[in-house]
């Protein structure tokens, strides 16, 4: 799933509903950030989520980068 634009508000829980659904139907779900300008708190706590579910995410832009860099070791955090 590519997201553009914003990762906020009413468009984090499309964006889950999205990744739940392909989730639940075992798929391998990959999420890349491309020209996202804005994530919020809601936002940033789907991408979190995502990561601990086993998603991978992806960015491009010095933000999008900087952010999933520091998502990933939250999950490393969690499977000790």
Same mark, same amino acid.
């Given at each position: ?22 989730? #639940? ?22 991408? #979190? ?10 960015? #491009?832009?010095?933000?999008? #980068? ?15």
């Amino acid at each position: 799933m590519t997201i553009d634009g914003h990762l906020a508000g009413e468009y984090v829980q499309i964006a889950e509903a999205c990744c739940n659904e392909a989730i #639940s139907l075992k798929k391998q779900v990959h999420v890349f950030l491309r020209d996202v300008s804005m994530v919020d708190e809601f936002g940033r706590n789907l991408l #979190s989520r995502l990561v601990l579910s086993g998603c991978h995410l992806h960015a #491009s832009g010095t933000y999008n #980068s900087y952010l999933v860099r520091t998502l990933k070791p939250v999950r490393d955090r969690h499977e000790k």
